[in-house]
């Protein structure tokens, strides 16, 4: 059965009843549990204060092995997503696309506990939650968020997508700074000039390529350095085969058109060393974002793109300038 998106959340959510108290104990939260007439399937325990505000949400796994007298809210998880009575199933798929959620609880205006909606409510033959993401992902890493389409002010989208373009901009007038700098080089060998949009296309691909991967291991539930390092090793070891092949492939191409062998070496030397550091920088801008608490899809495209193109072209140029003049 198909569901009508634009529903508010407050018109069809069901009613929590596996909740139970932030002053109570493990014990006297099952006891309560064991009170209560519960009729749905239990997804979350959620723990509201005696006002029914939430607070926090229990699995089923700690609530059953957490010592008797330990309080529930010892042991609650406090970072929760949420939706408000008055968002649409929409915005209830596009948080479930988001993160690996089987439920949302719904909130008044005052933060109390209306219920909660399952991510069946929201998916039918014709929604497809993976591919939800794969679009909000594919929107997030070029500075762009998904609801920016639906606004109806001019002013607030203008505002929203500036901010991300301008670092195109700075990038751009930076870029052209160095290669004034360096302009002595350029006039020199033009051959090089010829192969500038190449260099700096494989140094984004590959920055974005790394980027990429970053954003979909943090999305993984649980965070751990130690993975994260081997992960980050493996993916770097794969961009020094990338950038040997792609600066070899490069730098013999570059020699038809005879200028020599030096100005060859440097284009193939200048992609291979901008490779491995966008790819660096492809990995660490997310989960340098990701240790700040802030959003790594949204900021991490235009800021990694910003980075490699500065940092390609400063390379590029004055490894260039040193091996030529």
């Not at 069946?120 to 500075?143: H, P, S, W």
């Not at 390092?229 to 070891?237: A, D, P």
């Not at 291979?272 to 801008?285: A, C, L």
């Amino acid at each position: 059965m198909e569901k009508d998106l634009s529903q508010l959340a407050i018109d069809c959510y069901i009613p929590a009843e596996a909740v139970i108290h932030t002053h109570s104990t493990v014990s006297e939260a099952l006891r309560e549990l064991r009170k209560t007439q519960i009729t749905q399937t239990i997804i979350y325990f959620y723990v509201v204060d005696a006002e029914g505000r939430l607070k926090g949400v229990v699995s089923t796994r700690q609530l059953l092995l957490a010592e008797p007298h330990v309080k529930i809210e010892e042991i609650m998880q406090r970072s929760l997503i949420t939706i408000d009575a008055d968002q649409t199933l929409h915005k209830a798929m596009e948080l479930f696309a988001e993160y690996p959620l089987l439920a949302l609880p719904v909130l008044d205006h005052d933060g109390k506990l209306l219920g909660t909606i399952d991510v069946q409510m929201v998916m039918d033959e014709n929604v497809n939650i993976a591919d939800l993401r794969t679009r909000l992902d594919v929107f997030q890493m070029i500075g762009l968020k998904l609801e920016d389409g639906k606004k109806k002010n001019l002013w607030g989208n203008y505002k929203d997508r500036l901010p991300w373009l301008l670092c195109n901009v700075f990038s751009g007038v930076v870029c052209a700074i160095i290669s004034r700098v360096f302009e002595v080089v350029l006039a020199k060998v033009l051959l090089l000039a010829f192969f500038i949009p190449l260099v700096l296309t494989l140094s984004e691909s590959s920055s974005m390529q790394s980027m990429t991967q970053s954003l979909v291991f943090l999305r993984r539930p649980r965070f751990q350095w130690a993975v994260a390092l081997q992960r980050g090793w493996k993916e770097w070891q794969l961009a020094g085969l990338l950038a040997v092949s792609l600066g070899f492939l490069v730098g013999v191409l570059s020699l038809f058109w005879g200028d020599g062998i030096l100005p060859s070496v440097c284009i193939g030397l200048g992609i291979m060393i901008s490779v491995v550091i966008s790819v660096f920088f492809g990995m660490t801008i997310p989960l340098f974002l990701h240790t700040l608490h802030k959003d790594p899809k949204v900021a991490s495209g235009p800021v990694v793109l910003m980075i490699a193109d500065m940092l390609t072209t400063a390379v590029y140029l004055g490894l260039s300038s040193w091996w030529l003049l």
